[in-house]
Structure formats: structure tokens, C-alpha cells
């Protein structure tokens, strides 16, 4: 029979305690509660199958089906607990479960930590409740984030975005962070089919901001399809969709080849097929991209604002203030103000097709390092499939183009150099004269002195 006990029987639970239990005994200082034992208290309602109240110490011990229901709208779930009403700190263990409701997000999200023991320390609230403030993890920490987060670690720290307690926690409201073990393991993040390690995580639920230091692992480029990644920290957008890397970035993408910075690179995700997919890469400092085709190395050196785009097949890179971009190919070094360039997906693998510089174009040609043509232009399209260069002027200058003995001189208003049946042509447009004028001359060498093609 399940007795109701009030609160002139069980005065050793403050005066807004109300109890109910199968069983009870009393020895002493001590309060023995068992079968389907029910308190609603301060904190909250907890429920246990036995449960002893040390009323001189103010601890009580519940063990087996430990369920707390806290008046913040959160919960654990566990086998064993102790709680001491002095200090306002509690210890679970045993298949523990914490439920919590973020309501920080315009939709409410779940947040779930699961883990073999845990602290958690409470405060009071401006109505005398109690309420849980924050939550200590540890051994085999598995968290589950705003529904397509899924966390790993072997400790980890929490604090409710609604925390009352003032100077008694480093951490800030709202702030979840991962660690591991020891310098040997990592923490373990999974969104959908991205995997990332890292030596520590941290999840601030007001922002919906998830950063990482030293991560690495792979993203979701396509279907069947993952980039491979590095970097000194990582932080996820997920609210927005977007990544930011920063520090020693390594990219690997099978698709558009090796990517390095130093500086830090955007991420933009996109809804594709039923999952998020790597959509661009943009950057606003210096990165290198290469790439392999057919035995020959594509590398681009792209010192200012640069943006890989997997939608459109493209690859943009612009100047800085102090330097060009540089493109090289073989024996091919092209230097311009802003380059672009297009793959082609006509094939089972992607490709480089063409590039296409704009704004003091300087063109070199080598044949074992040394270089046997040269060119300087407005604008030019090297299609790379066709093994074709098209070099555009602009109205006040002509293209300059020779070969460093100087026996060929041409300028021209366009010049044309393609393949044909194994031999190089070269064909010059619109008012070709074989000569320079001084002031081309005093140019062209302005030009080659000043790059990395010098003579």
C-alpha cells in the first residue's frame, strides 16, 4: 500500500516537500524511503525505488530507476545519486541521461548527455526553487545537438543558457565544452555524413556557434564524395550553414585538388539531396590550389580574395595589394590581377578546361626552366583542353610578345598561339608590328624584372 506522508512525519525535507512512498522507516537521523518513491521538492520532482535522507548532513542517496524532473525543464535519468542539500551539489552514475530543452533557437532544440557518472551543482531560484545550473560529464560522454549533432568525448562541462549563479562557474551561460582523456585521444563530432576530430569542442548554444581546435576529418563534398580536411581551429555556423577554418588549412577535395592557407578560409554548406553538402570555399588571404591532371601539376598562388565554387565548376583568385596571382603549368607561369577558372564536367572526372586573366597579364613559356617565350597582355584565355592561348590588348597598350633572344618581336592588338599537327603557331591580330617602341620596350622589361620569369 503506498503511504502519503506530510510533512510533520518527514520534517527533514524543507517545508514544500511532499512524499509519497511503498515503504518507510525511521532510525535514528536516517529516512529509509522504498517502492515507487515520489518527491516533489524545491529542485523538482525525483523519482527513485529507495531512497535514504540523512537529515543531520542534509544528503540524500536514491538508487535504482533515478529519474530528477528539475524545475528548469530538464531531467536525468540514472541508477545511483546522491545529493547534498548544504553544498547544492549532486553526483549520478550508473547509465546516466540528461534531457535538456534549448530554447535559445528560434525552433526549440533537444540537447541529450549521456555518460557513466556525472556532478551537477544547483541554485537557487527567485521563487526558493532550486534549479540545475551546470552539469560536469565524464567516461564515455555521448551528446546529441540540436538533432543532427552527435558528440563524443571523455569529459565534458555544461552550463544552462539560464543560469543564475554569478563567479562560481568559468564557463558562460549556455556553453557546452568536450574534452579528451589525454593528449593521445581526441573528441568526435558527426553531422550527418561529416566526421571531424579534435582536441577540444565547444558548443555555445545562444550562438548556435560549435568551435574545435586542432580538427581535422572529412565533409560531405557530393554523395559518395568527401573533402579531407585540416586546421589550427574550426568554427560551425550551423545555424547558417557556413564553417570558418583558420590557421594551417589543408584541404583535400578529390574533385578540385589540394588547397593550403595559412590565413583563414569560409565554408558554405547547401541542402543537396536530403543531406548538407560543400558548396564554396572562399578565402581573403593567401592560398595555394593544385591540382593533378594527367601527370601534369595545376597551381594557382592567389595572394588576395579567392572563391572555389563546386556549383558553378569554378575557381576565382584576385590580387593583393603587393602581389599577383600566379598560375603554373608545366613549363607555363601566367602572373594577372584576377584569374578564373572553369572545369569541365563533361567527363567522369572533373577537369581544368580553361582560365581566363584579366589585368596585367604576364605570360612565360619554359622549356627546361629556361624561358623560350614571353608575353604581356590586358587580358588572356588559355583553354587548357585544347592547349590554346588567345592574348587580348586593351585600347591603350598593345600585346608585347617575343622570345628572350629577341629575334621574335611582335605587337599586336590580338595574338593567337595553338597546336597544330605537333607544331606551335603563333598568329598575331590587328595592327602587328615586328618591333617595339621604346616605350613597350622600357615596359617589357619593367614587367620581366619585377616577376618570377626573370631572364
Keep these: 500500500m503506498r503511504w502519503i506522508l506530510l510533512l510533520a512525519l518527514v520534517s527533514a525535507f524543507s517545508n514544500e516537500t511532499n512524499i509519497s512512498s511503498k515503504s518507510i522507516a525511521v532510525k535514528g537521523d536516517l529516512l529509509f524511503l522504498d517502492g515507487s518513491v515520489r518527491l516533489d521538492h524545491a529542485l523538482g520532482v525525483l523519482y527513485a525505488e529507495h531512497i535514504k535522507y540523512d537529515k543531520l548532513n542534509e544528503k540524500a542517496t536514491l538508487s535504482e530507476k533515478v529519474h530528477f524532473n528539475f524545475s528548469n525543464n530538464s531531467t536525468i535519468d540514472c541508477e545511483k545519486a546522491t545529493l547534498n542539500f548544504q553544498t547544492l551539489w549532486g553526483d549520478v552514475s550508473t547509465q546516466v541521461i540528461y534531457r535538456d530543452i534549448l530554447t535559445s533557437h528560434s525552433h526549440p532544440s533537444k540537447l541529450e548527455i549521456s555518460c557513466q557518472s556525472a556532478r551537477f551543482k544547483m541554485a537557487e531560484s527567485l521563487g526558493k526553487k532550486l534549479e540545475l545550473d551546470n552539469l560536469t560529464a565524464r567516461d564515455d560522454v555521448l551528446i546529441h545537438y540540436d538533432e543532427n549533432f552527435e558528440l563524443a568525448a571523455d569529459y565534458a562541462l555544461y552550463r544552462k543558457l539560464d543560469s543564475r549563479m554569478r563567479g562560481e562557474s568559468n564557463l558562460p551561460q549556455g556553453m557546452i565544452k568536450l574534452y579528451p582523456r589525454n593528449r593521445r585521444t581526441k573528441c568526435v563530432l558527426s553531422h550527418h555524413d561529416d566526421h571531424i576530430e579534435a582536441k577540444q569542442i565547444a558548443i555555445d548554444t545562444k550562438s548556435s556557434l560549435i568551435t574545435m581546435s586542432e580538427a581535422d576529418g572529412n565533409l560531405q563534398a557530393r554523395p559518395c564524395s568527401e573533402t579531407r580536411f585540416s586546421a589550427e581551429q574550426l568554427i560551425w555556423d550551423h545555424k547558417n550553414s557556413t564553417l570558418t577554418m583558420q590557421g594551417h588549412i589543408a584541404i583535400d577535395d578529390p574533385q578540385f585538388g589540394k588547397l593550403r ?143 628572350p633572344t629577341g629575334e621574335i618581336r611582335m605587337s599586336a592588338e590580338e595574338v593567337v598561339i595553338r597546336q597544330i599537327d605537333g607544331e606551335k603557331e603563333v598568329e598575331a591580330k590587328g595592327k602587328v608590328r615586328c618591333f617595339f617602341t621604346q616605350e613597350e620596350t622600357n615596359y617589357y622589361r619593367r614587367i620581366f624584372k619585377h616577376g618570377t620569369t626573370e631572364s
Excluded: W
Excluded at 584576385?318 to 584576377?338: H, K, M, T
Design 261 to 403: 592557407s595559412d590565413d583563414e578560409l569560409k565554408i558554405e554548406q547547401r541542402h543537396f539531396e536530403g543531406k548538407y553538402a560543400l558548396s564554396t570555399i572562399e578565402s581573403m588571404g593567401k592560398i595555394e590550389l593544385e591540382y593533378e591532371d594527367a601527370g601534369i601539376l595545376h597551381h594557382f598562388i592567389a595572394p588576395g580574395h579567392s572563391l572555389l565554387d563546386r556549383d558553378r565548376l569554378t575557381f576565382t583568385a584576385s590580387s593583393s595589394r603587393n602581389d599577383q596571382v600566379l598560375y603554373c603549368r608545366g613549363g607555363v607561369e601566367i602572373r594577372a590581377n584576377d584569374a578564373k577558372m572553369t572545369y569541365n564536367h563533361n567527363t567522369s572526372k572533373l577537369r581544368p578546361a580553361s582560365v581566363r586573366f584579366e589585368g596585367d597579364v604576364s605570360f612565360t613559356a619554359k622549356q627546361e626552366d629556361v624561358p623560350f617565350e614571353r608575353a604581356i597582355a590586358d587580358c588572356m584565355i588559355y583553354h587548357i583542353d585544347k592547349g590554346e592561348v588567345i592574348l587580348f590588348s586593351s585600347p591603350d597598350r598593345n600585346i608585347l610578345f617575343s622570345d
